[in-house]
C-alpha cells in the first residue's frame, strides 16, 4: 500500500468510526467529511471508493441495526426505536426500514405472525427440492440432500410463522419450470425478505436469461457500485429461492464456476443442463452476454 492509499485507508477508517460512534446524532455528509478534513464531494466519492456503498447508506445501516436491536426487547415501542436511533419520529424510523430492509418496522416486530407459509417436498433434476409459500408467492426454495434442518431455516426467516405441509399451485408453477425447454419461462410471484440491496441484487439475477453467465463484479459494475463485487457476492449467497433466482449464474470472473450454496457439482450440472436446453454453449463470461444487457433485458 503507497503512502496516499495508506492515508486514505485511515481517514475512512477514522469516518466509519465516527459514524459508529455517533449515528444517534444523524451526522449529515458535510458533519463527517468535516471530521477527517475533506471536503464533502471528496470525501463522498473516497469512502464509496473503498465501502462501496455511500456515508448515507451506511449510517442508514448502523440506524436500522440498532432499531432492530430496540424492537426485538420486550414491550419495545415503534416510538422507542425511533428516539433511541436519533430519529425524529416514526415516520422516518419507517422509512429507514422500508428502503434498507424491505418491510415496515411492525412487520419486522412481527416477524411473520398471523403468516401462514405452506411448505412441500419435490423430486428436481438436480435432487429434492423444500418448496415453501406465503400467499403472495414462494418465499422459500432449496435443494435439500440431508433432511433435519429445512423447516428450520424456514422458521429463521418467519420465525412467528405458522407452517402448514402441503403444496400450492406457486410450488406447481415452480417445479413445471424444469420440465421448460425455452429461455421465456412463465413468470413466478415471489415473497422475498432481504435487504433494499439483497433485493436490488436479487433483481439482477432474474434477468440474467437461462443459458448466460456472468461475473460478480459484472453485476456490482451493472448496478452502478462497481466497488461492491463483495457485498454483491455475500447478496448472491444469501439468496433464498435455488434456481428460480438464478444465483448459479455468476461465477467468477477466472472462469472458474466457484462455490454455491447447494454445492459446486449441482452448480455446474445445472449450468450443463441450461446451456443443453438453450442451445448455448458454456462459454466465459467474457464470450457470453455482457451483464449491463442481461441484468437491462435487452437479451431476455
Known amino acids: 500500500m503507497d503512502h496516499a492509499a495508506a492515508i486514505n485507508y485511515q481517514r475512512i477508517a477514522q469516518a466509519i468510526t465516527y459514524i459508529q460512534q455517533h449515528f444517534r446524532e444523524q451526522p449529515d455528509l458535510?458533519?463527517?467529511?468535516?471530521?477527517?478534513?475533506?471536503?464533502?464531494?471528496?470525501?463522498?466519492?473516497?469512502?464509496?471508493?473503498?465501502?462501496?456503498?455511500?456515508?448515507?447508506?451506511?449510517?442508514?445501516?448502523?440506524?436500522?441495526?440498532?432499531?432492530?436491536?430496540?424492537?426485538?426487547?420486550?414491550?419495545?415501542?415503534?416510538?422507542?426505536?425511533?428516539?433511541?436511533?436519533?430519529?425524529?419520529?416514526?415516520?422516518?424510523?419507517?422509512?429507514?426500514?422500508?428502503?434498507?430492509?424491505?418491510?415496515?418496522?411492525?412487520?419486522?416486530?412481527?416477524?411473520g405472525k398471523s403468516l401462514t407459509i405452506r411448505y412441500s417436498y419435490a423430486v428436481s433434476p438436480f435432487g429434492k427440492l423444500i418448496?415453501?409459500?406465503?400467499?403472495?408467492?414462494?418465499?422459500?426454495?432449496?435443494?435439500?440432500?440431508?433432511?433435519?434442518?429445512?423447516l428450520e431455516i424456514v422458521r429463521a426467516y418467519f420465525p412467528n410463522a405458522f407452517l402448514e405441509h402441503g403444496s400450492t399451485e406457486y410450488h406447481q408453477q415452480a417445479?413445471?419450470?424444469?420440465?421448460?425447454?425455452?429461455?421465456?419461462?412463465?413468470?413466478?410471484?415471489?415473497?422475498?425478505?432481504?435487504?433494499?440491496?439483497?433485493?436490488?441484487?436479487?433483481?439482477?439475477?432474474?434477468?440474467?436469461?437461462?443459458?448466460?453467465?456472468?461475473?460478480?463484479?459484472?453485476?456490482?459494475?451493472?448496478?452502478?457500485?462497481?466497488g461492491a463485487s463483495r457485498a454483491v457476492g455475500t447478496a448472491i449467497g444469501s439468496n433464498p429461492v435455488a434456481f428460480l433466482i438464478p444465483c448459479h449464474r455468476v461465477i467468477q470472473s477466472t472462469g472458474n464456476f466457484g462455490g454455491y450454496m447447494w454445492g459446486p457439482v449441482r452448480k455446474t450440472a445445472i449450468i450443463g443442463w441450461e446451456a443443453a436446453q438453450?442451445?448455448?454453449?458454456?462459454?466465459?463470461?467474457?464470450?457470453?452476454?455482457?451483464a449491463s444487457e442481461m441484468i437491462n433485458g435487452r437479451n431476455g
Open 30 to 111: 458535510d458533519d463527517v467529511a468535516r471530521q477527517i478534513h475533506l471536503s464533502p464531494f471528496h470525501f463522498q466519492r473516497l469512502f464509496s471508493e473503498w465501502a462501496g456503498i455511500s456515508p448515507k447508506k451506511f449510517l442508514q445501516y448502523i440506524s436500522v441495526e440498532h432499531a432492530k436491536q430496540i424492537l426485538r426487547q420486550s414491550g419495545a415501542t415503534l416510538a422507542d426505536a425511533a428516539y433511541q436511533t436519533g430519529l425524529s419520529g416514526t415516520g422516518r424510523l419507517h422509512d429507514l426500514f422500508v428502503n434498507i430492509e424491505a418491510m415496515t418496522p411492525g412487520e419486522f416486530k412481527n416477524q
Open 131 to 150: 418448496i415453501a409459500s406465503t400467499a403472495k408467492g414462494i418465499c422459500y426454495m432449496a435443494f435439500c440432500d440431508e433432511a433435519g434442518n429445512d
Open 175 to 226: 417445479l413445471a419450470l424444469f420440465g421448460q425447454t425455452k429461455t421465456d419461462l412463465p413468470g413466478i410471484k415471489l415473497h422475498l425478505k432481504g435487504t433494499a440491496f439483497q433485493l436490488k441484487v436479487w433483481d439482477a439475477l432474474l434477468k440474467i436469461p437461462m443459458g448466460h453467465l456472468t461475473t460478480y463484479g459484472a453485476i456490482a459494475h451493472a448496478l452502478e457500485s462497481p
Open 278 to 290: 438453450t442451445g448455448i454453449a458454456v462459454a466465459s463470461p467474457e464470450a457470453s452476454t455482457p
